[in-house]
């Protein structure tokens, strides 16, 4: 392996943090510093010995600011491949002397967008350094000042081909990910602009493996950004895996879906299998589990409310579960879940932030959308039999018209009382969905609600509905036979309610 001896360093970063430290550092190690504008002067105002690049390249600063490293004094000993005689020719010709180490951080694009944040020697210098890491090494971050001088002190102040091109590789992936957020920025108004470029980075957590043990995975998050998963707290369990993730979002964004009252909902392969609103948490987990407690064996439980002792209790008692998350336990609980549940992962996190837009993979490319959201809202739905809901039957029709929304396509969804009793799940047929949730519901929907995710193509979709007992029946309309539809519910005695949106989920 080749080691480069940093002889010479150009720095000139927007966040001054650490770099006094940095440069005695490489002062200690015999390195001539060169930089320009405030941190020329942050390092003059520490006493050490600096050369302003006014100085290299005989040029002012031009242009507010603009215009400053961009000059063949400064880019010519960042590119100059020390390898080809005409290289060096071209230096000892021009005067120029070449850098071994390039250290600049970009202008704070992400949190202040503007004309005058773009900037331009930033990423011009990174790339020439990184394109050049055969000989240069580029930090573009404060973050790497610890190992740079590490290494420099480790090894007599020269740094390995090994470093050099990780860190080449980083500072490529900081200027293609500032490039994305300007063009992002310019084409703000857009929901599905002519370009996207999605800059990611790969974080720390260790995925146990993908959909299945044979296959590698892991989690990576817009490039610059954090998410909600970054402030999870993992209280116990083993590390998460692919499915874990998967299943795990969904049911924190359903259960922050449904309101402000106690929600449970519980996750098998990412389709709810019990839903409830209660009182207190540990009623709303109780009457989520009841709905089909044998599938929320291994499930993911999700709580909008702190973790409670009673709740906890119930837990102990209940099927394992392989997640658990809500926004905090109170004292006790979680011993008391480690204690029966050893296996089982306790995570605690914040409420789900919103999304621009949904990726999905398609064979050379993705399809994009705007995210899965509710438009209409129950003051647009329409009545459309003889018979109305009452306020109660109004209460399950919107609760199950929202749980269906997150269920796979074809579903169907029964309510009674807030709690969801039946759930028929990616059935290839809307009849067979509802004959599914009426199997598990067992009589239990007597005089509760139906939702469809989307309209019935035939009256045999309101009578599987109407076979289980509801009072009301919840869908999109707009099939070719609604009129037929709507006077079988008549027949029926259901009352039915268009909500006028359709809500698959695939």
Known sequence: MSRIKIERALLSVYDKTGVVDLARALVRHGVELVSSGGTARALQEAGLPVTTVEQVTGAPEMLDHRVVTLHPKVHGGILADLGKPTHREDLERHGIAPFQLVVTSLYPF????DIETIDIGGPAMIRAAAKNHAWVTVITSAEQYEGLVTELDANDGTIGDDTRRELAIDAFATTAAFDAAILEWLQHDELLPQHLVVALDRTDEHLRYGENPHQQAARYRAAGTRSWWDDVVQHS???????????????????????????????KHANPCGVAVAGDPATA????????????????VALNRPLDEATAAAMVAGPQADVVIAPSYEPGTLDMLRAKRKNTRLLEAPAP??????????????LVQEPHHFAATRDQWKVVTRVAPTEEQWRDAELAWRICGHVKSNSIVLVKGGQAVGIGAGQQNRVEAGEIAAKKADGRAKGGASASDAFYPFPD????AASAGVAVIVQ?????????????????????VFTGERHFLH
């Open 353 to 366: 932030g919103p999304q621009t837009r949904d990726y999905r993979q398609l064979a050379g490319g993705f």
């Open 476 to 496: 999109p309309g707009g099939a070719i036979r609604d009129e037929v539809n709507i006077a079988r519910a008549d027949e029926l005695g259901v009352a039915m």
């Open 461 to 464: 979709g309101i009578e599987a």
């Open 110 to 113: 992400t949190e202040r967008p």
């Open 237 to 267: 369990g083993l590390a998460l895996s692919y499915l874990n993730y998967y299943d795990t979002d969904a049911a924190w964004r359903l259960v922050h879906d449904l309101g402000d009252q106690p929600t449970c909902a519980i996750i």
């Open 285 to 300: 987990y109780q009457r989520a589990l009841e709905c089909d407690e044998r599938s929320a064996f291994g499930g993911i």
